[in-house]
């Protein structure tokens, strides 16, 4: 069985950073793209940033502006988000996500709170 | 690419069709996904593709569409339909986006 395991929300202040971790088990993580997502109270699914299956690539959504770290160890099958300049607008319930196919999603964690306040 | 849904709520009965609609504001193939969100819980894909039904989904969940269209059909509504339901696009990444979200109420 697939298990996604997100930790390391919290609550911070403005301008504060956080690391996000996300364990993985039930599945090859390494043959996989995964991502991380966020989800604010009454508002859909926001994309946040991937890391390829291919070990290398990585992308963000603009609204991460620099400021967000995306980075996976297969060793340890964990996928992480470094955040850096917090803002208001960063509060949400933050899910890491493994593709079923290409940019669809079939697993999702039960996601972890940050609070920026 | 802005993705569409409507109605933002859904009032039906037990037995009753849903039909939910989410739409596209450029041409996206077939590249269309729809999920389903209890409250408390993260999203479920529920169909890929617009319209292939993921693993272990029940066949009253179906989905068509292609282009800029898309409808999610429950042929007979279960009381454990009761959720938001979301469609997301990835014809065109990053970033994968999402619907605002279709609320089914029984």
């Known amino acids: 069985e697939v298990q996604l395991v997100e930790s390391g929300g919290a609550v911070v202040q403005p301008g504060g950073s956080l690391r996000l971790s996300c364990a993985a088990s039930g599945f090859t993580f390494n043959r996989f793209t995964l991502h991380w997502f966020r989800q604010a109270p009454g508002k859909s699914p926001e994309w946040v940033s991937l890391f390829s299956r291919n070990g290398v690539t990585t992308f963000y959504a603009d609204f991460v502006r620099g400021r967000f770290t995306i980075s996976r160890d297969n060793s340890r099958n964990s996928l992480y988000l470094e955040m850096h300049s917090l803002t208001t607008e960063d509060s949400a319930l933050y899910y890491c996500a493994k593709e079923h196919g290409t940019m669809y999603f079939d697993s999702w964690g039960l996601g972890t709170r940050v609070t920026v306040s | ?106």
């Not at chain 2, 933002?8 to 939910?20: D, F, H, K, Q, Y």
């Not at chain 2, 409808?71 to 339901?85: F, G, K, M, P, R």
Request: aromatic share 12%.
């Open chain 2, 1 to 106: 690419i802005v993705m569409t849904q409507s109605p933002a709520t859904l009032p039906l009965s037990p037995g009753e069709r849903a039909i939910l609609s989410c739409w596209a504001s450029q041409n996206i193939r077939g590249n269309l996904a729809w999920y389903q969100q209890k409250p408390g819980q993260p999203p479920r894909l529920l169909i890929y593709g617009a319209s292939t039904r993921a693993p272990g989904i029940p066949a009253r969940f179906s989905g068509s569409g292609f282009g800029t269209e898309f409808t999610l059909t429950i042929s007979s509504l279960q009381s454990e339909d009761v959720a938001v339901y979301y469609c997301q696009q990835y014809d065109e990444w990053p970033p994968v986006t999402f619907g605002q979200g279709t609320k089914l109420e029984i």
